[in-house]
């Protein structure tokens, strides 16, 4: 268990601190009243009340109607309550939904990479037997974040390559079959693209791939990560400015293996399968140079124009692996790809490139349901033409002033996908909050994806 345990009660426990969300409308229960005198009860705005049965903190709730909507109203309840080890959050009258919703929002906020003081929350409920196979189903969610998180948050010393290997290899607990490709099973299958890229690191690359059987026999749904444990830009070194947070270049790899707990969590149906290409960008005797030519997975050449254009080189090999392996329905990569994405859409959405406007549709409507929001960019003619190499199939990435980075960077990687629907997940600006912390981006999105829309045999 990762996080403040969530438990189910029917009243609140006295003594233990007590948040009452009031929405616009007034509080739903009469024995809030009296504290609620004056109170407009509007989006943010709080009232920290003495009572004789101990603390309670009356939240404005404002108008929620969505589950995000109360997901943040419990978040709020977690920042306003401050550092205690047990929180009550009062849910009575609320539907069943929404109540999952605030403990959701309450334990996501809850969680600090460094210990956190908060180490339960009770959910109180008009009914917790009615609510618990739906709290059931949000927790797996939430520890899939929170794993996303925690593996985000460390520093590059710890989690290298190796170690993102070991950590990953722990998912085999939960049913989950792990299967780590070293160097020399790299060489064998070509995977030119992601071995020059973690040349020149003290630890070598890795491939895991990641599989949930599931209960019926289709092809799975495939998520792809880049995993980036450390990104110095290699040769064509980064500034200084800003380079320590280039420890959480493997979110993309993060949020996919968080994906993949949430759904051996909850025992999903579908079957699906993670593949994560796992790198450090480092310098060194055999690091890869920009003017290289690498010969890819897929037999496809690349020539080597910016050697900090690395996460695109790494997702080729793990794209073509993952469709050339398991056939799958579709794939979907997520990476912190390119800080043209982050110019674009700064925080407040990730951008969506797809070869597939169903897919486009699914991935964004599983995104609005849990509050991690995409916004779709073009893949145009002009991209690809742009990549025209001289001495190679194509060019990594092209170099001069205002170039369509992202763009060119997913079409070059609709190169790799083939046929098999894909669409590219570019987080680089949504994978850390304004503190700076992991958000865990990413690994909702896919198991609410894969709730809604590959766990129905019928449709097959």
Request: net charge neutral; aromatic share 4%.
């Amino acid at each position: 268990m990762i996080g403040a345990e969530v438990r189910l009660r029917a009243a609140p426990k006295p003594g233990v601190a007590l948040a009452v969300p009031v929405p616009a409308g007034g509080v739903r229960a009469a024995r809030w009243a009296p504290l609620a005198a004056g109170f407009a009860a509007g989006l943010g705005e709080q009232r920290d009340c003495a009572t004789p049965e101990g603390r309670v903190l009356l939240l404005g709730a404002g108008q929620p109607q969505r589950g995000a909507e109360w997901e943040a109203v419990g978040a709020a309840a977690v920042r306003a309550a401050g550092p205690l080890k047990r929180l009550a959050l009062m849910a009575h009258g609320l539907p069943p939904e929404a109540a999952v919703a605030l403990a959701t929002g309450a334990a996501l906020a809850a969680w600090h990479p460094h210990e956190a003081p908060l180490r339960r929350l009770d959910l109180v409920v008009d009914n917790p037997a009615a609510v618990a196979p739906l709290w059931a189903r949000a927790e797996a969610a939430v520890q899939g974040a929170l794993f996303t998180r925690e593996l985000t948050a460390l520093p590059g010393n710890v989690l290298h390559p190796a170690a993102f290997a070991a950590r990953l290899e722990e998912l085999a607990d939960h049913g989950i079959r792990v299967d780590v490709l070293g160097e020399k099973r790299l060489r064998r299958l070509g995977a030119g693209a992601l071995l020059a890229v973690g040349a020149g690191a003290r630890h070598g690359p890795r491939l895991a791939v990641l599989r949930w059987r599931g209960q019926f026999a289709v092809p799975p749904v495939a998520f792809i990560g880049k995993g980036i444990t450390f990104d110095t830009g290699g040769i064509s070194i980064k500034p200084a400015e800003g380079m320590e947070r280039m420890t959480s270049d493997m979110a993309g790899a993060a949020a996919c293996a968080g994906a993949m707990l949430a759904l051996a969590l909850r025992n999903s149906p579908a079957p699906a399968v993670a593949v994560l290409a796992i790198a450090e960008n480092s310098m060194g005797a055999e690091s890869y140079r920009p003017g290289d030519v690498l010969r890819t997975m897929s037999g496809r050449t690349v020539e080597v124009v910016d050697t900090d254009a690395e996460g695109r080189l790494v997702l080729a090999d793990a794209l073509h692996y993952a469709a050339s392996q398991f056939q799958p329905q579709a794939m979907l990569d997520l990476a912190t790809l390119t800080g043209a994405m982050v110019t674009a859409l700064g925080s407040h959405r990730a951008g969506i490139f797809t070869n597939n406007a169903a897919l486009q549709a699914q991935a964004a409507a599983a995104g609005e349901q849990v509050g991690e929001a995409l916004w779709p960019m073009p893949i145009g003619t002009r991209h690809r033409e742009d990549l025209a190499s001289a001495i190679a199939d194509l060019k990594q990435c092209c170099s001069g002033a205002l170039l369509p980075d992202a763009s060119h960077a997913a079409a070059f990687l609709r190169e790799f996908a083939g046929d098999t629907p894909w669409a590219h997940l570019d987080i680089a600006g949504v994978r850390l909050d304004e503190k700076g912390l992991p958000t865990g981006f990413g690994a909702r999105l896919l198991d609410r994806l894969v709730e809604l829309f590959f766990e129905h045999p019928d449709r097959h």
